[in-house]
């Protein structure tokens, strides 16, 4: 995402696009058959590596959040900690944060997942989804960025044999 608005005018329309952008809209770009699609490609994706991953469509911020500057990787922060991704026993969670009123991808990765991939890897997999997004495209370029994604992990942290599912594969939309 480009420079947070500076000015009064700028926070003003930041604030007003996430306001008028409704939950509707992020269930319009992840349907159902998206929605079950993603969970089948973390759960396979879960089997070839040992990190957890979670992703959360949010359509927009709350208008202060938005008219504060809020950034999109602060959200993402937020919303990690919120839904306990830090909570995994080998501290391997990563989430995929989307803000559909930003068209806005941000992926946090947990410490020890984190260190062995580095920030150009995430940035390639968000500009997958965004480059989607920027199309219309919510389907292929989620499940193409969630491919990139495993194998990526798989790569660098692959499977060790059998493990507990430590967070829901299910998509989250807020």
Excluded at 47 to 72: D, G, K, T
Excluded at 79 to 108: H, K, M, P, S
Excluded at 157 to 169: E, F, I, K, T, V
């Amino acid at each position: 995402m480009g420079a947070m608005p500076n000015t009064m005018t700028g926070r003003i329309r930041r604030a007003l696009r996430h306001t008028f952008t409704s939950t509707s809209l992020g269930k319009r770009a992840f349907p159902p058959d998206t929605l079950k699609a993603i969970q089948q490609a973390i759960t396979q994706g879960e089997q070839r590596h040992r990190a957890e991953v979670r992703l959360i469509v949010e359509a927009a911020l709350s208008a202060s959040h938005a008219f504060h500057n809020l950034a999109n990787r602060e959200r993402a922060r937020m919303l990690f900690a919120q839904y306990g991704v830090w909570d995994t026993e080998e501290n391997c969670g990563v989430l995929i944060y989307v803000n559909i009123a930003e068209r806005a991808v941000d992926i946090v990765a947990d410490r020890h997942v984190g260190r062995l991939i580095a920030d150009t890897e995430w940035q390639t997999i968000c500009s997958t989804m965004t480059q989607g997004f920027a199309q219309g495209e919510f389907h292929n370029s989620t499940l193409s960025a969630l491919e990139q994604l495993n194998t990526l992990l798989a790569r660098h942290y692959p499977a060790g044999g059998s493990r507990p599912n430590q967070l829901p594969d299910e998509a989250v939309i807020l």
